[in-house]
C-alpha cells in the first residue's frame, strides 16, 4: 500500500458522501501530506478525482483490493479552497420541455435500475475519453443522482470547448417523472 498520512473511511457511502467525508478529513492535513480515502462507491473513483483537481489537490490514484477503493490525495497549497460550482444550471422539473441531449454521468449501474427515457450514459469516469460521442453544437444537460458528479462533468465538458452545457439540479434523487430501465 501507498503511504499516507491520514486514513478516511467512506465505505458504504454513496455520492456525494465520499467527496463531504473527505473535504472535512483533508482540512486536517498540512500542504504535501497524503490522504488515503477507502470507499465501496465505484463513482468515487471519478468523483474524487474531479473534485481534487477542482480545488487544487493531487489526486495520485487508486488502489483497489475486493470491493474497496483506496483513493489518495496529495493536500494542496493552504490557501483556502474555494470550490468552484458551474454556474449554468436547470431545475429538474424542466428538462422535459428542453431540446438537447440529457447526458446522464452516473455508474452504469444506477442508470440501467433507472434513467430519464432518452438519455446518454457516459459514466463520469469515462467522459474524458469519450468526448468525440457529443455534439459540441448541442445542448446538453447533465444529471447525475445528486448535482455534485453533473456539476464536475459540466465543468470538464466546458473546459473542452462545450458551450451549450447545463448542470441539472438537483439530481434524480429528486426525479418523479418517467423512467426507464435496462435491466
Known amino acids: ?61 487508486t488502489v483497489e483490493e475486493g470491493d474497496v477503493l483506496y483513493h489518495y490525495i496529495r493536500k494542496g497549497s493552504n490557501e483556502p479552497e474555494v470550490e468552484k460550482s458551474f454556474e449554468h444550471t436547470v431545475p429538474l422539473e424542466a428538462i422535459e420541455s428542453r431540446k438537447g441531449l440529457i447526458l446522464d454521468v452516473r455508474e452504469a449501474a ?3 435500475f433507472g434513467h ?8 463520469m469516469g469515462e467522459l474524458e475519453s469519450r468526448l468525440e460521442e457529443l455534439d459540441k453544437e448541442k445542448e446538453i444537460y447533465v444529471i447525475c443522482r445528486t448535482g455534485k458528479r ?7 465538458l466546458t473546459k473542452n470547448g462545450f458551450s451549450k452545457v447545463y ?8 426525479w418523479d417523472g418517467k423512467i426507464t430501465k435496462d435491466i
Request: aromatic share 4%.
Open 1 to 61: 500500500m501507498i503511504q499516507a498520512n491520514h486514513q478516511l473511511d467512506a465505505k458504504g457511502l454513496a455520492c456525494p458522501m465520499p467527496i463531504v467525508k473527505t473535504k472535512k478529513a483533508i482540512t486536517d492535513l498540512v500542504e504535501g501530506q497524503v490522504l488515503e480515502v477507502q470507499a465501496t462507491d465505484k463513482g468515487s473513483k471519478a468523483d474524487l478525482a474531479a473534485w481534487a483537481n477542482t480545488v487544487g489537490h493531487q489526486y495520485l490514484g
Open 110 to 112: 444506477e442508470y440501467a
Open 116 to 123: 430519464i427515457e432518452g438519455a446518454k450514459s457516459i459514466p
Open 150 to 156: 453533473s456539476d464536475l462533468a459540466a465543468q470538464l
Open 167 to 174: 448542470n441539472v439540479l438537483p439530481g434524480m434523487t429528486e
